[in-house]
């Protein structure tokens, strides 16, 4: 079968659009057709160079929704016409990680660059039959795509593919980072740095925890508004504003968690961070950072006798399989904001337009529909 898909050909550099041709599924594995794709900004790091495809050409995207339409031998949870988000962690259920309840850190996450699927092998390739690296094993930029059968979580038809594209990455990894990683409590002051489509969900999951001020940092005046209207309650062009403000609001001690979404993350981003929180306080560095990045400038003396904690979230600390469907529900209910989060729809063909609207900050979530 044919696809078009937009591919790397080396990194850095731009997408291209090309048709490529898409194997059979091979045991436990599906192929699916995509509707809708989420331009999310860790695919626009290979785009950059900040991270490195380990194969060009290399098919992007792993934020989407879609339709299964063939399964392969051994398929056991999935058949054809059921509805889909894809999970870029394919979580196997075995490995240690899985066994203790952390499936967003699975092994299988190893293939994450790697391009093949889980038995090393390619199910895209050129028209010339040059293998083509498949992103997180799912390649949403791809309409038609291989996925294993873990890695495509099935949801309710009469969810909108558009919206469903979301919960993939972008809405629980923010959500998770508040909620989990940051273990917000009612009543907190949060700070949230850097309001793109991972920060604006962090706003809402720490809305939904009971925050009693959330303070949202961006340097773009489009983003600090959208913030407001989803759940912040003030928002600020800088870092250290909201310092200052959230010892207004603690007598000087400063927020209980700052969460550092930021497009490309440095040392001196959690640093900030840092000295915005108080005793026993929390940072969560849940953005991408460029893979070469080392060091963090904080004083050790405060980090051991303040008894602060600095902490990674993958995935918003969150399991894929329970994840997807928790916030779809929660969406169902009105406790999480999804169709706003979408900024604009682009045709495959109009990708690095929409990477480019991301980087000038006039959108939070633009989403590719296969169809226009």
């Avoid at 963090?296 to 918003?316: C, D, H, N, T």
Wanted: aromatic share 6%; glycine share 12%; with cysteine.
């Amino acid at each position: 079968m044919k696809s078009r898909a937009a591919v790397l050909l080396d990194g850095p550099g731009k997408w291209d659009v090309i048709e490529v041709e898409v194997d059979e599924p091979k045991e436990f594995e599906v192929l699916v057709r995509f509707s809708h794709a989420g331009l999310c900004h860790s695919d626009d790091h290979y785009a950059q160079g900040d991270v490195p495809a380990m194969a060009y050409p290399f098919a992007g995207g792993h934020e989407g929704a879609g339709v299964v339409e063939k399964v392969g031998p051994g398929v056991r949870d999935l058949e054809v016409g059921d509805h889909v988000v894809a999970a870029f962690i394919p979580g196997c259920g075995r490995c240690t990680w899985c066994a203790r309840g952390m499936q967003n850190l699975c092994d299988n996450g190893a293939y994450m660059m790697l391009g093949t699927q889980l038995d090393g092998t390619f199910r895209l390739h050129t028209e010339d039959g040059t293998d083509v690296g498949q992103c997180s094993l799912v390649s949403t930029f791809s309409e038609y795509s291989i996925l294993p059968e873990w890695g495509a979580i099935k949801i309710d038809k009469d969810i909108p593919l558009e919206i469903a594209a979301l919960v993939g990455c972008g809405v629980p990894t923010g959500w998770g980072s508040s909620v989990n990683a940051a273990q917000v409590r009612p009543g907190d002051v949060v700070v949230v740095m850097g309001i793109g489509g991972i920060g604006i969900n962090a706003v809402q999951g720490a809305k939904f925890a009971g925050a009693s001020h959330i303070l949202a940092v961006d340097p773009v005046e489009f983003h600090r508004e959208k913030a407001l209207e989803l759940g912040a309650t003030e928002a600020f062009v800088n870092i250290a504003q909201a310092t200052d403000r959230a010892q207004q609001l603690t007598n000087g001690q400063g927020a209980a968690s700052a969460i550092v979404t930021v497009g490309v993350a440095n040392g001196e981003h959690v640093a900030e961070a840092f000295g915005a929180i108080r005793k026993a306080g929390t940072v969560v560095l849940t953005s991408m950072c460029n893979v070469t990045e080392y060091g963090i400038p904080v004083s050790l003396f405060e980090l051991a006798m303040y008894q602060k904690r600095i902490q990674g979230s993958l995935f918003g600390m969150m399991q894929p399989t329970r994840a997807v469907p928790d916030i779809l529900e929660l969406w169902r209910e009105g406790n999480i904001k999804l169709e706003e989060l979408i900024t604009r729809r682009y045709a495959l063909e109009e990708i690095n337009q929409g990477y480019e609207d991301m980087h000038a900050g006039i959108n939070l979530r633009g989403v590719i529909d296969f169809k226009a």
